[in-house]
């Protein structure tokens, strides 16, 4: 079984400073995919960046990247510059590869607030 | 018209009431989901649909029934149901094979009186 676990309930932030976002997971599979999505008040969860585990490079969008220690299995999500517009809820989510359907474990989520 | 579109985007119901929800998605993918998010708790995949065929069924109680009648429509029947119904009911889809995740909608909020 799969699990991801995002110890932090809520974060903030002060507009223009850096955040990072923390998520830990367990898997007895080599090859994953990790992804953060953000689900903002309007509700629809948006694909923030995503992260295949046979790659060591961490993946990077924009003002978003990842920190993505394998051995360790954490997953973390920086945010750079920080924008009221990153207010959200962020998800941790977890997918094993290959087969003709796959599932998301996401976790528990963690609100981010932005002060101006 | 792109994406996952869901209707209707809010839904109050009684308990005797039966209602569909309906998704519908823009983007050629060969798999449907439905999930349930209920404050304070995780993301829970009730449903999944693998090219038109369902392919899980997370013990969800038998007044949720789905129904996928082609790759592009995914609809939730509600009968029946109970105060802890209530909440924010997600689909999303995606492409098979590719893991580039899912497309989600807006979700409906459901509300049983």
């Known amino acids: 079984a799969q699990t991801v676990t995002q110890s932090q309930p809520e974060m903030s932030v002060q507009e223009a400073e850096t955040v990072t976002l923390s998520c830990t997971y367990d898997t007895s599979e080599s090859d994953y995919y990790l992804f953060w999505y953000k689900q903002p008040p309007s509700r629809q969860m948006i694909l923030v960046i995503r992260?295949?585990?046979?790659?060591?490079q961490n993946a990077t969008e924009n003002r978003f990247s990842v920190n993505f220690q394998k051995a360790a299995k954490s997953f973390s999500l920086k945010i750079s510059d920080s924008q009221l517009g990153d207010a959200a809820m962020y998800f941790c989510?977890?997918?094993?590869?290959?087969?003709?359907?796959?599932?998301?474990?996401f976790g528990k989520g963690t609100l981010l607030t932005v002060n101006p | 018209e792109t994406g996952v579109t869901q209707t209707p985007r809010h839904l109050v119901m009684g308990m005797t009431n039966k209602k569909s929800l309906k998704c519908e998605q823009h983007l050629g993918h060969n798999a449907m989901y439905w999930y349930k998010q209920s404050a304070k708790k995780p993301l829970e995949l009730m449903f999944v649909?693998?090219?038109?065929?369902?392919?899980e069924n997370n013990s969800v109680p038998s007044r949720f029934s789905p129904e996928c009648p082609n790759s592009s429509h995914l609809f939730l029947h509600l009968h029946t149901l109970q105060p802890e119904d209530s909440a924010l009911y997600l689909c999303a889809s995606s492409q098979t094979g590719f893991n580039y995740g899912y497309t989600f909608g807006s979700g409906t909020r459901l509300t049983v009186v």
């Open positions: 649909y693998s090219l038109e065929e369902r392919v």
């Open positions: 989510a977890l997918t094993n590869s290959g087969g003709s359907n796959y599932k998301l474990t």
């Open positions: 992260q295949e585990a046979y790659k060591q």
